[in-house]
């Protein structure tokens, strides 16, 4: 009986390089079953970005270009619209953290939106900058503690976090908008459900299709795995909720 | 030969792009380059290429990071403060190895300065604006006709040595008017299949970066880029000489300053002095051989620029004490003119004692 399949995307002898009990594994691993399920591999190009999301293009086996931080929509808007000038078949799709999307890259990404870019974009929303260990972030809620905000997010003086799913639906560019999570195997599964569709809305011409995945990181959380799942489960999908927020073909 | 037509240099920097097969053009709107992108607007939607009217020109330049990662032939274009908008991306470009070509018409600065052409930015192209060690090809045009040729040339230099090459005007040359013909591109097209990313359709998946976290392989990196740089140094430096055959008074000028260096050269000569113009075309590399050997017969070399002594520096390293060196600058053109020209000069000549010498 088959138990286990590496997808086919995934690199041969890979091993992950993430922290133990990261969620970035299990995110790697779901587009690269979407991939292989929408058999896109041959015809696509990632971008990776800066930050814990940057080692994408040591797992995954399809062309790959790292953009500088923040930066990503916009290598993918360029990748894209040079693959259309040239009349070649291509899919496109960025990989970032939060901070790489909503904050540095926040031009860059809600430009991309706007403008519709027929791009698919995910984002690890784990609250904080990880591979720096664990700073302030757009998406650190209020009260958490991280390493520059020793005393906890206050709204008067560090501001507020970013919605980014709900923020990216009020675009007239976008497609698809939604945030999931991947704290037990029902979430994973419907996760892997809302990838595969941001990126068949791609595949159809539909514009810009957004993923923003609610992510574990125990090492800068100091939780460990299981902790860290209840506090997503229990805590952040109370202030960033679950759901799709903009769908074109469901309107 | 095509027939001759009145252009202006920042048009015909845009028409070149186009006769040579560039394909995608990011950019945002500063003067005094914006002709290039309102120009290629409506060419190239037109011809169903790629155009995007960026949000920014850090927008602008990771776009044509991309693009060029496709093996696309790709140009963006920007002026003095926002080109420092796009040191970030070159830094990459340099270390991802992707040959965009990037126009800077300059403006004066620093800062905002003002839309006065200006050459401030010698330094920031030459040098470097950019983290870390790289090296930009720099190409720099005198007049419309040449505005076309280089950007020829930067295409082709660009994809044979897989680096950003800056195509570094004035804003002068760039509102500038004068008649042009267009000849055919003669420079070979340059195959990129072994590297580009378009889908790793039958063959082994490819992946462009400039992170590395071994420090031994980015050691190795840079070692290879800088031997691909030695390469470009040996082979890809250009120049104009005009009258130094006998010249004991060298000239060293770039882009638009060059042509009213040519007239002090005029002016001096039918006074009896032996002065003659060096200019650079490429400013990286920069021509250092050849300047070297013309220092050796002269007494005094004078560089003009539009800044405060920028290729200076370019100029003193080559020339290494083998005779004197004196600078004249203004930092905003107003272009300076002949006689503000001549009667600087002729306060260096008689400080100098050369004249007395020489002629």
């Known amino acids: 009986m088959l138990v286990y399949r590496t997808p086919k995307t995934i690199k041969e002898n890979s091993t992950f390089t993430f922290c133990p009990g990261c969620d970035h594994g299990i995110a790697v691993k779901l587009v690269a079953n979407v991939l292989d399920e929408l058999n896109l591999r041959d015809e696509t190009i990632a971008v990776a970005s800066s930050g814990c999301s940057v080692f994408l293009y040591n797992f995954l086996d399809v062309d790959c270009i790292e953009a500088p931080h923040g930066r990503a929509c916009a290598v993918a808007t360029g990748i894209k619209r040079a693959m259309r000038a040239q009349k070649k078949e291509n899919f496109v799709f960025t990989y970032q953290g939060d901070g790489d999307f909503a904050s540095i890259g926040l031009g860059e990404s809600l430009h991309s939106a ?138 | 030969m095509s027939e001759k037509t009145l252009l202006k240099g920042n048009i015909a920097i845009a028409q070149a792009a186009l006769k040579c097969g560039c394909s995608c053009y990011f950019g945002y709107p500063i003067t005094p380059q914006t002709e290039i992108g309102e120009y290629l607007s409506l060419k190239m939607q037109e011809s169903g290429l ?28 920007s002026s003095s403060c926002a080109v420092s908008l796009m040191q970030e991306a070159l830094s990459y470009a340099c270390s ?37 060690d790289y090296r930009i ?60 990313l378009e889908g790793a359709k039958n063959r082994p998946s490819r992946k462009i970066h400039s992170l590395e976290p071994s420090s031994n392989k980015l050691n190795n990196h840079i070692k290879k880029m800088f031997e691909k740089y030695s390469i470009i140094k040996e082979k890809e430096a250009d120049w104009e000489e005009y009258l130094t055959d006998d010249a004991n008074i060298i000239v060293t000028a770039f882009s638009t300053m060059s042509r009213q260096a040519k007239a002090l050269c005029n002016y001096y000569r039918r006074k009896g002095l032996k002065m003659g113009l060096f200019r650079p075309k490429t400013l990286w590399p920069f021509p250092q051989k050849r300047l070297a050997e013309l220092s050796k017969k002269a007494d005094l070399i004078i560089d003009i620029e539009m800044n405060m002594g920028q290729m200076l520096k370019d100029v003193e390293l080559s020339v290494l004490g083998n005779s004197k060196i004196e600078f004249i600058g203004k930092p905003v053109g107003d272009f300076m003119k002949i006689d503000e020209l001549v009667s600087r000069t002729d306060e260096i000549l008689r400080r100098t004692d050369v004249s007395l010498s020489h002629s």
């Open chain 2, 96 to 132: 991802d190895e992707l040959p965009i070509v990037l126009v800077n018409v300059m403006r004066a600065g620093p800062g905002q300065g003002y839309i006065y052409p200006s050459q401030g930015d010698y330094n920031q192209s030459v040098t470097g604006g950019g983290n870390g």
């Open chain 2, 50 to 77: 790629g155009y995007v009217c960026a949000e920014s020109e850090i927008g602008a330049i990771n776009m044509a990071l991309g693009a060029s990662s496709t093996g696309a032939k790709v140009m963006a274009s």
């Open chain 2, 137 to 196: 090809i720099v190409l720099s045009p005198s007049n419309v006709q040449e505005c076309i040729d280089l950007t020829y040339r930067a295409f082709y230099l660009a994809r044979k040595y897989r680096n950003p090459v800056i195509i570094l005007l004035d804003g002068l040359l760039g509102q500038m008017s004068e008649a042009v013909e267009f000849d055919d591109n003669k420079y070979d097209e340059i195959n990129c299949s072994n590297w580009t």
């Open chain 1, 114 to 251: 706007l403008r519709g870019e027929n791009i698919t974009a995910i984002c690890i929303n784990n609250t904080n900058y990880g591979m720096t260990g664990g700073q302030l972030g757009p998406t650190t809620v209020l009260g958490q503690v991280t390493t520059t905000s020793p005393l906890g997010r206050n709204k008067e003086y560090h501001g507020f976090p970013i919605k980014t799913a709900e923020h990216i639906a009020l675009s007239d560019g976008t497609s698809f908008s939604a945030r999931v999570a991947l704290y037990d195997i029902k979430n994973i599964m419907n996760a892997k459900k809302i990838i595969k569709k941001a990126f068949e809305y791609q595949k159809k011409g539909l514009g810009f299709a957004f993923v923003e995945i609610l992510s574990s990181c125990p090492t800068n959380w100091k939780l460990t795995p299981v902790e860290s799942h209840n506090k997503i489960k229990n805590e952040l999908t109370k202030i960033y909720p679950l759901g799709i927020f903009k769908d074109v073909l469901n309107e």
